[in-house]
């Protein structure tokens, strides 16, 4: 068990399962999950709630042991070490600042298990509670501070020990829209400045494709798909991470034939598109095709028709929802005019534009 | 390679152990000690000697004439049956008044809770012996209550409240009223009052409200309080003491005065044993309630 | 104008009215014993007037200094006894996963609690008889540690389990290890929950009657026992004076109590 030297890659995790319980009670936490996570990345555990990204994260920090698998800090295997050992530092969901501490004592208190020197603790804390905008509250008690306080207090406490991988468990879920829209520019600025790996579970996707250099998507204790958030957006690999992230309309189609790998596919009134052929689907087999609504276009000339079912304001845009002549619904997602009516109304028979390069075919 | 992490199996025992060890030998030992007293013969100068018998569980319901013959005798069953009613008594005695003081109290504001549960809690933890000797003040001939009205020309004559059935339930209410109103209010605060308003707006009237919803959500702290009053109450020894003169024995009296004055350890013990059965029914019985409510709502 | 009839939902005629006799019937009590405290009359039930003669009596009484020293060594002793070993089983029952044969831990521990006094009274007079231990303040320091130790147990376990496992774990991966984590952080949080459990303890400890009764011996007479003694010789303003003293202490003492709890509820 000699890994490959490796520098770049700051945590890797290899073949990991967590179960909890056991016989009929047995719930597979995680299951066979293994990612290898890049030095000085802003990685993003993205998925909903009960997926496994949080078992995964205390894992990493040390606070639950593996039911079998090996992590790896910079090629050291910490399975086997105590949090209090590991050089990570976790930023927790609701922060946990010590109450009976105030804003320093908490910050310092890493410095001082690490048994640093007093006037270095006192510099480093200062200095981390500038970086987070936070140094003239230094003498305060947690209570004293609102939630958007208390958040920049836990992240100074993580960074200032200055760990290898900071660890943040759906830090800006406490706080409320317009600070978590600010915060997330400010995690992304601050993780640039420090160069310090970052793993951050969320179940927010615009959070995730806001700041992430790449994502993990989880369901069901399996990682579903990793990639940059475009690659997510764009290029989902299966009907989870399709309908998780953003909007998605699934479409049966057939295929007709295959050349270089790209796919001809059949819809309702006969309408084809080509794309890429994911998978292993031979011809005359249906597939499912993914499209976001709002790449479909209405256009009358198309020979894919439909009939308005019912209309959606969003303020934006309207959704339509449209029957199209083999009974499938779909929804198209349409920006209004610069008078904010819709262009078209219920009841109204429209013709469908879908883009080939629009299209994803589902592996599963 | 650094050590897998400590087993905090080990650590966990280590950290019981002083508390297991200590009531195990000074409580647990001494009961069994109490059962093994039961079954032995009684020593006329206070303590036990060795041999097995029954007797003392005989003692209970006969007495043994000149010939040796067993008589029934009812002395010591009544004493029990006084016990058993008083006991009653002081619990619905305490759950009348309790009740809709601990609704009133779920209904303030959490500070004017947090104050009359306090006042609640004061005389709870204040001694109980100078508690019910107060009463003494209060209940005795020409004491705080007969003064005011004799002058006041209501009565001409004591009306001797005093060493009375009527005074030992009135101390027992006041003993352990607080265990009453506590778990009740425990339940009635939880109570969400949207239900209320729900049944109202259902055309419920307040007292149907009482009958179908508050009551029923509230049973489980009315089971609970009556099991906390009825336990002490039916062991008391003070109240039956000082207020019901030594006259109006209960089963706490009983037994302490055969460890005491009387000395016969093996009866004092198979009563004690008694008194150990009955409660350790009716906590079972309320155990039994409480988890099939648990198992009812799914919390 | 006519008055408007309000019905306010969730009320009932007469709740407050019974909520006021309730009350007075659980203080009228007390007071009429700190009122006549200060009784000059030496039949204690017949006011005469006011005076503090038999706060000096008492106060100068050696019977009572020693019955008070008694009560204040057994109470001081069985707790710290009592609050260290609850607040170890309650860190072993509080932190940590679930395991087999939890709930009969926590069972025994509140053995004492369900138990009748006169019961574990008798009991433990009868243990102490069998093993030949000779009845004096030891013998009641050891009872009272025993029942003792779930009052102490439960408000420590209850602050433990209000405390959120986050600040622990926050506390290992900023590097503290077990011991760190302990004096640092789970000790100073959990401390409200252990000052409340000492408290209670020893409040429990003074009040306790029956059992001291029966596992005292010669020269052990703790307060409550020589109040008792005092009433049964018949009653006198002396014993008005001592109760009143008694009873206000532990309303002192029980308001402290109740404003730590509160400050342990905000912190917590």
């Known amino acids: 068990m000699n890994p490959v030297i490796n520098s770049n890659i700051a945590v890797s995790v290899r073949n990991i399962s967590k179960h909890f319980g056991g016989g009929k009670e047995l719930v597979k936490a995680l299951d066979g999950v293994s990612i290898d996570i890049s030095d000085n990345e802003f990685f993003t555990l993205l998925g909903p709630s009960g997926c496994g990204k949080t078992t995964l994260l205390r894992l990493i920090a040390g606070f639950e042991l593996s039911t079998v698998g090996e992590i790896f800090l910079y090629d050291e295997e910490i399975e086997n070490l105590p949090p209090h050992k590991r050089s990570i530092n976790t930023v927790f969901q609701h922060y946990a600042l010590f109450p ?14 690490l048994n640093r020197d007093p006037t270095e603790i006192k510099r480093r804390s200062m200095e981390t509670l500038e970086l987070v905008k936070m140094d003239q509250f230094a003498n305060r008690k947690p209570v004293q501070l609102s939630g958007g306080q208390q958040q920049r207090i836990a992240l100074a406490r993580a960074l200032a020990p200055e760990p290898k991988v900071l660890l943040l468990d759906e830090p800006l879920s406490a706080l409320d829209l317009k600070l978590r829209q600010a915060m997330r520019m400010e ?43 475009m690659d997510i957006y764009e290029r989902p690999i299966n009907r989870f991470v399709a ?71 969003l303020g934006t845009d309207t959704n ?28 109204q028979s429209v013709g469908l534009h879908i883009p080939d390069s629009s299209v994803r075919m589902l592996a599963d | 390679m650094e050590l897998p992490r400590r087993n905090p199996v080990t650590r966990r025992w280590l950290a019981l152990s002083p508390a297991i060890v200590v009531v195990s030998i ?274 | 104008m006519a008055k408007k009839k309000i019905y306010k939902i969730g009320d009932y005629p007469g709740l407050t009215g019974w909520t006021v006799f309730f009350f007075a019937y659980l203080y009228m009590p007390m007071i009429v014993l700190v009122v006549y405290s200060f009784n000059e009359s030496r039949r204690a039930q017949i006011w005469k007037g006011f005076s503090l003669d038999w706060y000096v009596k008492a106060f100068s009484n050696d019977d009572i200094q020693s019955a008070a020293l008694n009560s204040l060594i057994v109470a001081v002793i069985a707790t710290v006894f009592a609050t260290v070993i609850s607040t170890l089983a309650a860190l072993a029952l509080a932190r940590g996963r679930q395991f087999r044969g939890q709930a009969a831990v926590t069972g025994l521990i509140s053995l004492p609690l369900v138990v ?73 949080l959990m401390m409200p929950g252990v000052v409340a459990g000492a408290m209670l303890a020893f409040i429990i400890s003074i009040d306790d009657f029956i059992i001291t009764l029966m596992v005292s011996g010669a020269g052990s007479t703790t307060l409550p026992l020589y109040i008792y003694g005092m009433i049964r010789q018949g009653i006198t303003p002396e014993v008005n004076v001592i109760s009143t003293v008694m009873l206000v202490l532990s309303i002192i003492f029980i308001t402290v109590y109740w404003f730590v709890s509160k400050k342990a509820e905000e912190t917590g």
């Not at chain 1, 804003?103 to 890493?110: H, I, R, T």
């Not at chain 2, 043994?64 to 008594?89: C, E, K, Q, T």
């Not at chain 2, 019901?244 to 044993?273: E, T, Y």
């Not at chain 3, 009991?123 to 009872?143: D, E």
């Open chain 1, 320 to 347: 339509y929802i449209i029957k199209l002549n083999d009974s499938t619904t779909i929804t198209v997602r349409d920006q209004n005019g610069v008078t904010g009516d819709a262009r078209y109304s219920k009841g």
């Open chain 2, 26 to 299: 000074f409580m647990i030992l001494p009961m069994i000690i109490l059962l093994v007293f039961s079954f032995m013969e009684a020593d006329p100068y206070g303590g036990v000697d060795p041999g097995f018998t029954t007797e003392a569980y005989v003692q209970i319901l006969y007495e043994r004439d000149f010939d040796d013959l067993l008589i029934f005798d009812p002395v010591y069953l009544n004493i029990i049956g006084r016990s058993v009613l008083l006991a009653l008594l002081a619990t619905i005695g305490c759950l009348v008044l309790g009740l809709p003081v601990a609704y009133f109290i779920a209904r303030q504001s959490s500070r004017t809770q947090s104050l009359l549960l306090y006042l609640i809690t004061i005389p709870f933890w204040t001694n109980l012996l100078v508690r019910t000797y107060a009463w003494i003040l209060l209940l005795s001939s020409d004491g705080v209550i007969e003064q005011p009205l004799k002058f006041l020309g209501v009565i001409d004559e004591s009306l001797d409240m005093m060493y009375t059935n009527g005074a030992v339930a009135v101390g027992l209410i006041y003993s352990y009223l607080p265990l009453m109103v506590l778990p009740i209010y425990a339940s009635l605060e939880k109570l969400d009052f949207r239900l209320i308003e729900a049944a109202h707006d259902l055309y419920a009237d307040r007292f149907r409200v009482a009958r179908y919803v508050i009551f029923p959500l509230a049973a489980p702290g009315i089971v609970a309080g009556c099991i906390l009053v009825l336990v002490p109450s039916l062991g008391a020894f003070i109240a039956p003491d000082l207020l019901g003169g030594g006259k109006k024995l209960m089963l706490g009296s009983l037994i302490q005065v055969q460890f005491a004055s009387a000395r016969n350890w093996p009866f004092g013990s198979a009563v004690a044993i008694c008194l150990l059965a009955l409660v350790m029914m009716m906590l079972m019985y309320q155990a039994r309630i409480a988890s099939k409510r648990r198992r009812e709502t799914g919390d």
């Open chain 3, 116 to 188: 009748p006094e006169i019961a574990t009274a008798v009991a433990t007079l009868s243990f102490f008889a069998v093993i030949g231990f000779k009845l004096g303040l030891v013998s009641i320091i050891i009872a009272h540690t025993v029942f003792c130790i779930p009052f102490a147990f439960l408000p420590i376990r209850a602050r433990l389990q209000g405390m959120d496992d986050a600040y622990e774990q926050a506390a290992s991966d900023l590097y503290a290890n077990d011991w760190q984590t302990f004096r640092y952080v789970t000790l100073p």
């Open chain 1, 243 to 313: 309908d998780f992230i953003g909007d998605s309309n699934f479409l049966q189609a057939k295929i007709e034939s295959v050349l270089d790998n790209q796919a001809n596919c059949l819809l309702s009134d006969n309408f084809s598109i080509c794309t890429s052929l994911v998978g292993t689907h031979p011809t005359g087999s249906t597939v499912t095709l993914a499209i976001r609504p709002e790449k479909i276009k209405l256009n009358d000339e198309s020979t894919l028709r439909g009939d308005i079912q019912e209309t959606v304001y």
């Open chain 1, 100 to 113: 009976h501490m105030t804003v320093e004592e908490n910050v310092g208190f890493g410095l001082r298990m």
């Open chain 1, 187 to 229: 995690l992304k600025n601050l993780q640039r400045e420090t160069g310090i790996t970052f793993i951050f579970v969320t179940h927010d996707q615009e959070e995730a494709l806001t700041m992430s250099d790449r994502i993990a998507v989880m369901s069901a204790g399996k990682i579903q798909q990793v990639g940059g958030p």
